[in-house]
């Protein structure tokens, strides 16, 4: 694998910070649950196992 970088760009990063605030303010809290759920366990335990990588691509 190749590794590539990239410059974002002061204005990429503002259009990225837009679409999260956009993003929050729209979305249920409901529909992220799983993924918060997961980040959580991922954190607590220090790793992130088979089951919730898949939870994640799923």
């Given at each position: 694998?190749?590794e590539?970088?990239?410059?974002?760009?002061?204005?990429?990063w503002?259009?990225?910070?837009?679409a999260r605030?956009t993003?929050?303010?729209t979305v249920?809290?409901?529909?992220?649950?799983v993924?918060?759920?997961?980040a959580?366990?991922?954190?607590?335990?220090?790793?992130?196992?088979k089951?919730g990588i898949?939870?994640?691509?799923?």
């Open positions: 694998m190749t590539q970088s990239f410059d974002l760009g002061s204005d990429g503002q259009r990225l910070i837009t605030e993003y929050t303010r249920s809290v409901h529909y992220d649950e993924l918060d759920q997961i959580q366990r991922a954190q607590a335990d220090g790793c992130l196992g089951a898949g939870a994640l691509v799923l």
